[in-house]
């Protein structure tokens, strides 16, 4: 069994930043990729950043030179920076990851509320 846990988001105005993390639990054989997606009412789910192993983060243009993704490997955690955070960026925030126990698979955290205020 494998479990992802968010830290808590939050309110902010905009302008703000917002640091989330995502630690990974269990019965870990590996890790392939780590990451943060985000829903807004109304909206589909969107890739917002993704760390595979070894490699380098990949943003989606919406959140390019205002988020920093990173990894800690010994931790089995990634985090995400949001820096100059505007109303766009208001969503639940889940973690995704892709990890392999008996099989490979995706996993997702329970999704936390960033809220960004005008």
């Known amino acids: 069994q494998v479990q992802l846990a968010e830290s808590r988001g939050g309110l902010v105005q905009a302008g703000g930043s917002l640091r989330l993390s995502c630690a990974a639990s269990?019965?870990?054989?590996?890790?392939?990729?780590m990451g943060w997606y985000r829903q807004a009412p109304g909206k589909q789910r969107e890739l917002v950043a993704t760390?595979?192993?070894?490699?380098?983060?990949i943003y989606a243009d919406s959140v390019k030179g205002r988020f920093t993704a990173s990894r800690d490997n010994a931790k089995n955690t990634v985090y995400l920076q949001m820096n100059n955070l505007t109303p766009e960026d208001t969503a639940v925030y889940y973690c995704?990851?892709?990890?392999?126990?008996?099989?490979?698979?995706?996993?997702w955290g329970q999704g936390t509320q960033v809220t960004v205020s005008s």
């Open positions: 269990g019965s870990i054989s590996s890790i392939k990729s």
């Open positions: 995704n990851a892709i990890i392999t126990t008996d099989s490979v698979r995706a996993y």
């Open positions: 760390i595979a192993f070894g490699g380098s983060p």
